[in-house]
């Protein structure tokens, strides 16, 4: 139900089998191989009718079915209730047949920063079956984590069709922060809140900020929970590992747009500012690292909402508060929402672990790394790393990095050892790594330094992305297409290429909704649609296609009412012997892989060409094309 709680209503006299523990006699399963059993802290108590379970854990997630054991209750005449698998035993009669949800489905989880008008169809059974003294089937409303005491601005109804559906309705405001914000639509059975994650067709709806647009992966909020939590702020989770010290798995939920689990990235940093990777590696105690489970996890079945599942170290001798950032892309964090994890730990440490000792878990080492010429000058700035000593080398960034115009050509201390001491270990299948590892506490040196030297030739500077169909060109009838390409970034394993970073078009610096336009892989192949460039004004206007990690390409356009008339296509894959298409126009050759930095010295002929063209066909047509 969402606190932990359960109630199984009777519909005839039943009464608890007083000779027997009872909580040994119920049991969760999913009517195959999952079961989870009541522990001595639950309670199970009966008054009148109805039977109440409450687990001592209020956020544990349990299988759908309630089960009672033969022997468990008995009837108005002191027989015991029989029990078969099948369906038909007298437990199954004897219970109420509630009201339950199946499945939640929207009419749109993403609007743009201006809200709009939010449908949800909810499917169950039994949704009109009101039980006497309980309310009646509603929702509520969550903002940003956050239950609305008032839902009048919503304009929020909600229609029970039938016993197996129910339509509820909203006006989602615009947003008018700089963060997604988002909405909960959480069903309410007889008054109480029933835990959606799992209901099929669940998602967050989110209302975006001005700027982003449906293909962006943004965070709204986040909330952390585990086992003994004594915060209760969402975002904190804090422990005492004296009354705790079993393993600290917690759970962060986080909610925005386009999240995927499995490839979003956390950092966790102490209170030193020490960061300590929370990396894909087996289950165990986690006595002394972080640990992250979603590579292994499947990821839950929405768009809008995600869990990390992160075990805890408890035994590290001291007090720590770690902040938690996330990348929603897997690579730029979020500064702006953070998740805080608090350990209360005096002197505890994993004593069955004889390769440490209390200095190793508590006292803090730095680790310069230089990088220098030949004449010991500085190339680039030199890092400083805190660590303690079960900290692993690998995770620390300690390796050789690559400078533009320098080759490295040696190290000190020797660049073999290095690299074995600080090699990543090998990785399983399904991501975890697995291998030896080399910890601080066994790393002699306190300094590395890497000499470079000049190369011949300075680094090739990237030609980055660029439109190589559709520059400039002038369009009067029909779709308008263009295509933008990056050959470096098109080497790119799949999952990594040019289509796989786009994230979106702005014309004239207002973001285009994605309906507007098609986007296709091969590179990209972009094509605006007709009915949205006649909602342009007359003259040129800018394009820019937007792609992961604020690179874009940028180009121009000319609308023009002059007249159809033929011309030569800009759709990609129109050339020499391709059918022509009214009203588009190339101006200008189409130059793969070259950066435009201003115009072309051939501008003012093909401006020419077009001027004389247009005249021949409807009249002088101005043409003045702008620096690019």
Not at 39 to 49: A, C, F, I, R
Not at 166 to 182: F, G, I, K, S
Request: charged letters at 25%; proline letters at 4%.
């Amino acid at each position: 139900m969402g606190d932990g709680q359960f109630n199984v209503i009777f519909k005839k006299p039943v009464s608890l089998n007083s000779q027997i523990d009872i909580k040994k006699f119920i049991y969760f399963s999913d009517r195959g191989s999952k079961k989870v059993e009541l522990t001595d802290n639950d309670t199970v108590t009966l008054e009148g009718n109805v039977l109440t379970i409450q687990l001592a854990d209020k956020d544990k997630k349990v299988p759908s079915y309630l089960m009672v054991k033969a022997g468990a209750l008995k009837n108005d005449k002191g027989a015991y209730l029989k029990y078969k698998m099948d369906g038909t035993g007298e437990h199954f009669r004897y219970i109420t047949d509630g009201a339950h949800v199946d499945s939640m489905e929207f009419n749109k989880i993403t609007f743009d920063s201006n809200g709009g008008h939010l449908v949800a169809t909810i499917k169950g059974h039994n949704l009109k079956n009101n039980v006497a003294g309980l309310p009646e089937f509603n929702v509520n409303v969550a903002k940003n984590d956050v239950t609305l005491s008032d839902v009048t601005p919503y304009n929020l109804t909600v229609d029970v069709k039938s016993n197996t559906e129910a339509v509820v309705t909203a006006d989602l405001p615009a947003n008018a922060t700089d963060r997604t914000e988002t909405y909960r639509i959480i069903p309410v059975i007889y008054g109480r809140q029933i835990y959606s994650t799992y209901i099929k067709g669940y998602d967050i709806v989110s209302v975006l900020p001005a700027g982003k647009n449906a293909a962006d992966k943004t965070l709204s909020t986040v909330m952390v929970s585990g086992a003994s939590d004594e915060n209760p702020a969402p975002e904190i989770y804090e422990v005492d590992v004296k009354s705790h010290n079993v393993s600290l798995k917690i759970n962060a939920v986080l909610r925005g747009t386009n999240l995927d689990a499995k490839k979003m990235k956390v950092k966790v940093v102490d209170e030193n500012g020490t960061e300590w990777p929370a990396k894909p590696v087996y289950e165990c105690g986690a006595t002394y690292r972080w640990q992250w489970s979603n590579m292994y996890l499947p990821n839950v079945p929405s768009k809008n909402e995600q869990h990390i599942e992160l075990l805890v170290p408890r035994a590290l001798g001291m007090d720590h508060t770690f902040t938690l950032t996330f990348a929603p892309d897997g690579e730029n964090f979020d500064e702006n929402l953070k998740a805080t994890v608090i350990v209360r730990n005096d002197g505890i440490i994993d004593t069955s672990n004889a390769a440490f000792n209390m200095d190793d878990y508590t006292k803090l080492r730095t680790i310069t790394v230089n990088y220098v010429d030949k004449n010991g000058n500085k190339v680039a700035e030199p890092k400083h790393v805190k660590a303690y000593g079960i900290h692993e080398l690998y995770a620390l960034g300690l390796t050789a990095k690559e400078i533009d115009g320098y080759k490295l050509v040696k190290a000190d201390p020797d660049k073999a050892l290095l690299d074995a001491m600080l090699a990543t270990p090998d990785s399983l299948e399904d991501g975890r790594l697995n291998g030896a590892t080399v910890f601080v506490k066994a790393f002699p040196y306190n300094t590395i330094t890497y000499t470079y030297e000049k190369t011949a030739t300075p680094a090739p500077i990237a030609t980055g992305y660029n439109f190589t169909v559709g520059k400039d060109a002038v369009w009067s009838a029909g779709d308008l297409g263009f295509k933008i390409e990056n050959t470096e970034v098109d080497k790119n394993a799949a999952g990594d290429k040019v289509f796989d970073r786009f994230q979106g078009i702005e014309v004239d610096g207002q973001t285009v909704d994605p309906s507007n336009y098609e986007a296709k892989a091969g590179s990209v192949v972009l094509t605006l649609r007709e009915s949205y460039i006649r909602s342009l004004s007359t003259g040129r206007h800018s394009i820019k296609a937007k792609f992961r990690g604020g690179e874009s390409a940028s180009t121009s356009f000319s609308v023009t009412r002059a007249g159809a008339g033929s011309s030569v296509s800009s759709r990609p894959g129109a050339g020499a012997g391709a059918a022509s298409r009214p009203g588009m126009a190339r101006v200008g050759a189409v130059h793969r892989n070259v950066v435009k930095t201003g115009d072309s010295s051939n501008a003012f002929t093909y401006a020419l060409v077009l001027v004389l063209a247009a005249a021949a066909l409807a009249g002088v047509v101005s043409y003045r094309r702008k620096r690019a």
